[in-house]
Nanobody, 115 residues
Framework: QVQLVESGGGLVQPGGSLRLSCVAS????????MGWYRQDPGKQRELVAA???????NYADSVKGRFTISRDNAKNTVYLQMDNLKPEDTAVYYC?????????WGQGTQVTVSS
């Protein structure tokens, strides 16, 4: 099986920064893609940023220029650097891994942007 553990969430003031980490462990084979999604209560889960095994990235329009996704393949870890955070970025952030056409999710980490 595959386990994903996120960390780095918390409370930050508007304009501040956070760095999320997601470590994958278990039966890790060839990873197709890893990424970050977020979900507010009562809303659908939405893509924030994703990176393929080839290094291609995709960002939600709302975070372009503020968030940066990166990976450390040796550590099976994906990061999300979040700068200039806004109150509307408040959500639970989930890590997703796609491997052999299967999707795995982490348990989520809360990010709250508030003064």
């Amino acid at each position: 099986q595959v386990q994903l553990v996120e960390s780095g969430g918390g409370l930050v003031q508007p304009g501040g920064s956070l760095r999320l980490s997601c470590v994958a462990s278990g039966s890790i084979l060839r990873i197709n893609a890893m990424g970050w999604y977020r979900q507010d209560p009562g809303k659908q889960r939405e893509l924030v940023a994703a990176m393929t095994s080839g290094g291609s990235t995709n960002y939600a329009d709302s975070v372009k220029g503020r968030f940066t996704i990166s990976r450390d393949n040796a550590k099976n870890t994906v990061y999300l650097q979040m700068d200039n955070l806004k109150p509307e970025d408040t959500a639970v952030y989930y890590c997703k891994l796609v491997m052999a056409n299967l999707a795995y999710w982490g348990q989520g980490t809360q990010v709250t942007v508030s003064s």
